[in-house]
């Protein structure tokens, strides 16, 4: 609830633009998606079974593709792909410094280095140029990041990765949903990694799923991430009389439960409203802030679907006498969420020894010390819109430069 529309920022003592706070996030849980869950519940099999194997079979209907293995994060999802691809000590696969840690992680488990692409400022995904000029005789693999929602120059990725015999595996984490040129992610380079995390566009509070073409490869990534095990626990239990599995290599346990499963079977079933509501809070968002020149606002790049995971706005250092961190610090006191996607791989110390020195990644940078994460979710209302509007323009211009 708005309680004072004065153009003095609460941070320099006006009154903020909201009484209560204004989450960065919250999941569009309905009804629909706690009935499902306590039916399953109730069914008695809770771990992977039925309800797995049904959300395996929507997504491949929906995402039109031929092989979908529903696991317990992305984060595993992008391990076992690369540990089904062979990726190993010695190695090198290419990937972007703006992601999640667990993109490099999956790189590092497996005993790669993880070579970084400087990022593009358009759909802040690796840039195909970058990628080209990474590329050794040890890239294993490259690794791009869907970034925000909306899809990274993959056809150019795809352009120069295929003739090298180089296999892509996206990151598409906060992409569900999302198109180039009319086609959905998941069909387009060897594997596709989803997240099913609580903020996602499409939930399991905890989960995921690889999408591939690869016949081969999709019964590998099964054996991977079931202990190895020749069948798992639903299909010797719904065979009856199959108790019967071997155990064909150390695998790890990946699975996702049909409790997640069934959230994500009423999720998926309302997937395109949530989209559309995404979508028409990021339209509300671009009007509310187009007046205000302190900010860059988001764009969709030509010939992409957007499916606004993220608003990342940019602060211009030029036009404000405050950077991005007391931006942020005013936007709470406005009880306004933000959030910050992400420290780039390389500003975290820990990575330092594992990334080819002496490299430097200038848009990458000159992203974080600009970027902020504004509120967006399907269930924000116009006044929530509206707030966030009023709260960054009373901040741009109270703290406007010169
Ligand atoms: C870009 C990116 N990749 C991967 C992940 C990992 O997803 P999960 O939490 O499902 O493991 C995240 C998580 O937020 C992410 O933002």
Redesign the pocket.
Known sequence: MSVSRSSLPAIAGGTPVRAKPLPFFRAAVDESDVAAVAETLRSGWLTSGPKAVELEKRLGDYLGTSHTIAV???????FLCMKALGVGPGDEVITSPI??A??VHAILHNGATPVLADIESDTFGVDPAAVRACVSPRTKAIMP???GGQACRIEEILALADPAGIPVVE?A??SFGARVHGRLLGGFGRAT?????A??NLTTA???AITTGDEVLAQRLRLLGYHGMSRDSWSRYSDKGSWYYQVQIPGYKCNLSDLHAALGLTQLSKIDHLLERRRAVADALARALEGCAAVELPREYPGNRHTWHLYVIRVRPEALRIGRDEFIQALRAENVGTSV??IPIHRHPFFAPYLRPGRTFPVADDYYARCISLPIFPDMTDDDVRDVGDAVTRIAEHFRAG
């Not at 317990?72 to 992008?78: F, G, N, P, V």
């Not at 990694?193 to 995390?197: V, W």
């Open positions: 317990s994060s992305c984060s595993e999802a992008m992601t999640f667990s993109t990041v869907h970034f990151d984490a906060h990694a989803f997240s099913f995390y903020t996602k905890e989960g995921g996607h992400f």
